[in-house]
């Protein structure tokens, strides 16, 4: 088949890609990259280029599959073999209930910052309610509006901090040059696989079908989408790493880890240039936080809904395995009520390490079975990778295995 776009409007046929990547970049990701920024300037630069490198390979080869046979990712998957099924299972079940606590106490905390009135845990709960009631109905039109929004008011206000810090445009072109500066290999990893999420990767097969996006004709409309997203995230996270370099990196000030990072981030603006800048800062880490969250909601959803018709060996493209079935919304429910519980009572110590290990295997996990699915008769010959994509495809492997090993050995230290 010829990789013939459809008559689909060239500016209409940005969608999926946008949302994975919105989807991608949390909280967590802006406060890896403004570390890095206030560590080491401008230097890591380069690091971010090579993270949205990576994750258009990853995408556009979960794409191409979903595209080229009509199965999604995880019918891909499990055509390796039980073992498979066996990692993801338990993965996505523990995923979901640490990452529902996480999303919740992100865009509660923003909120916070904000609007005091009412604390992190009930503007935590607001916000996954709200969250389910947006997904709920599986509607991807309506799904994919929303997040535009969130993407364009997160970006906007990045690039806006980032301009009033006037950056040296001189310093900042320097950084892409590849240099790696004394103990700086775990934040290069950290900002490269930052850029634009794990498991949410994974999702953008099943958004295409949700888009209407199911066959070889789409190939070229899905390429363009996927690099137009990572150019947009690479853009929005570059603003972040100059905004760490600018006020952080030069006045020498440290600021603390996880979601507090970024209110210590908003305190650092307000008190540079006035509390308009701080709050416009908080407005846009909350867009990041609460876009992840509804991503997940839907997107992870869709996985869980396609897993578990797997599981009842229910025939392909079967409704129970989309946005309309019971698994679907019984996913979204698991996201949004009983993680509520953490945000109370903390975070159970054993959960959290299962969590950090089968989460930190995921992107080695999904790198090498695309290796391998898209290698072999799985997918037809013309869309298989080249050479090139396998090179790409390798080195991906091999960073986010050295990243996992990190994470693994920092989840086991921090709870023992």
Known sequence: MSEKSTDTPKWSIVGPGLVVAATG???????????????YGYAL???????????????????????ATGNTIFEGWASLGKWTTVYFGPYIVIWGFVYGAAAMAGTGLALYSLFPQLSVAVWGIISGILGLIMVWSGRYDRFEKILTFFVLLMFVTMV??????????????????PIIPEGSMINILSVAGG?????TLAAYGYWLREKGWETPKFMRVMRIDNQVAYLVTGIFVVATLIVGAELLYSANIAIGGGDQGMVDLANVLASRYGDFMGKLFLFGFWAAA?????????GVSLMFADFAGQMRKLPHGHIERGSKGKAYKAYILWLTFPPMVMLFLGQPVYL??????????FMPFMSVTLLWILNTDRVPREWRNG???????????????ALAINQVWSAIARVF
């Open 25 to 39: 970049v949390g909280a967590a990701d802006l406060i890896a990259t403004t570390v890095a920024g206030s560590l």
């Open 45 to 67: 630069l380069w690091s971010v280029i090579i993270g949205c490198i990576m994750k258009v390979v990853l995408v556009e080869g979960a794409g191409r599959y979903t595209l």
């Open 160 to 177: 806006i901090a980032a301009a009033f810090t006037l950056p040296n445009l001189g310093e900042v072109l320097s950084g892409l040059v």
């Open 195 to 199: 850029v634009g999420g794990t498991i």
């Open 290 to 298: 609460f876009s992840s969250l509804i991503g997940v909601w839907n």
């Open 352 to 361: 959290i390490l299962a969590y950090g290990v089968l989460g930190a295997l």
């Open 387 to 401: 050479p090139i994509t396998n090179i790409l495809l390798l080195l991906c492997t091999l960073a986010f295995a």
